[in-house]
């Protein structure tokens, strides 16, 4: 009964919803969660379906498939196989699989999902994170609740000791499959639960049960770092980056865990030394200087006094667009033209028109020059005045009617293509490349 309570307890603290999914590997602890919430869905209303995610890595896969069904069988609960391909690339397979995994998890239907993560798992993940050089967010380990995808992420065992798992299921007289790679320590979380875990435990008797404890304090530790880092900047979830000047008046400390939020937000994790080095070249570059540092998905780069993250797209590539009236032309990794027929004002185009990207040395006399007195002005002095960031000037769209530069993006019509008083025009905005 304490299992049971115990489950009942968390749901009651993180109420499931009407649909609730649970990650069923047919192993010791999912079985036994796949158990008690079968046994709670009277007192809680929700329905239960599980999902098991057959990675095609073990010879056994098909048989714990059939496994997996009889036990939803007889517990009354639908089952989902999904099949999946692990590729490692670059990465090894426990990652490569758990990857796989959860993205079969952040596509299920439903309200919440239930892992069955218990207290050893907890210790083990932050004995391992601590190994990794970690930061304070992942010797947090595994919280009891998170989003993924569109659903809540519920841990109920994430508490309770392997042991007290193996009794309740030994006393119900239930049946699990026994993955063999489990066994193998040449796996980094195998030798960690059979060599290291054991000598800790002869070494410092509760050893687990403390590091699950830490992970706990960890997690506060991390979630006040986050609150200091939204108290230096109100604006850091929203706003298009941060102010430099703020940077440079914090101690390095407060900085570096401000750009480090900053950063997380936008799914970019580093560890302190390469954030300290991140810092460094954006705070020390010259003050004309464009500094860039690169984290291979996206850049961090500084301009017109703030620090941007920017998604390094691959470079569109040097070709034409036709335009023949349509109301969206698609650019690619340039983004995309949006036409509105207007009248007296606007662009004056023919029919049809030619997109490139600009290369460099083009020429405009802006539509606010409408009597020609000024010469050409060159894109690109029009460009640092109107403070385009230079990421986006790489990839600035330009429309020409007859070889002639007829309009550039962030900058406007050339003045001999500006419709008059009673011309039909158009009206063109760009789409920008993420």
Known sequence: MFLQAHVAAFLRRHPPGRRLNIGFSGGLDSTVLLHLLAGLRGEFGFHLAAVHVHHGLSPLADAWVEHC????AELEVSLRVAHVAVSRAGQGLEAAAREARYRVFAGLEGDALALAHQRDDQAETVLLQLLRGAGMKGLAAMPEERELGSLRLLRPLLDVPRAEIMAYARARGLSWVDDASNADTA?????????????????????????????????????????????????????EGLALARLAELDAARAGNLLRHYLQLRGVPLRRERLREALAQILEARADAQPVVDFGAASLRRFQGRVALVKNAPAPLAQAWHWRGEAELDLGAAGGLSFTPVKGRGVRLPGQAVVRLRTGGEKLRPATDKEGRRPARTLKNLLREAEVPPWLRERLPLIYVEDRLAWAAEIGADAAFQAGPDAAGWLISWRKPE
């Open 187 to 239: 796996l980094r979380r195998n030798a960690t639960r059979h060599l290291l875990m054991p000598l800790l435990e002869n070494l410092f008797p509760g050893a687990a049960n403390t590091l699950a404890r830490a992970a706990a304090q960890f997690a506060e530790c991390a979630d006040l770092l986050d609150a200091l880092a939204r108290q230096d900047d109100p604006d850091i979830a929203t706003a």
């Open 69 to 72: 069904r009889r036990q939803c």
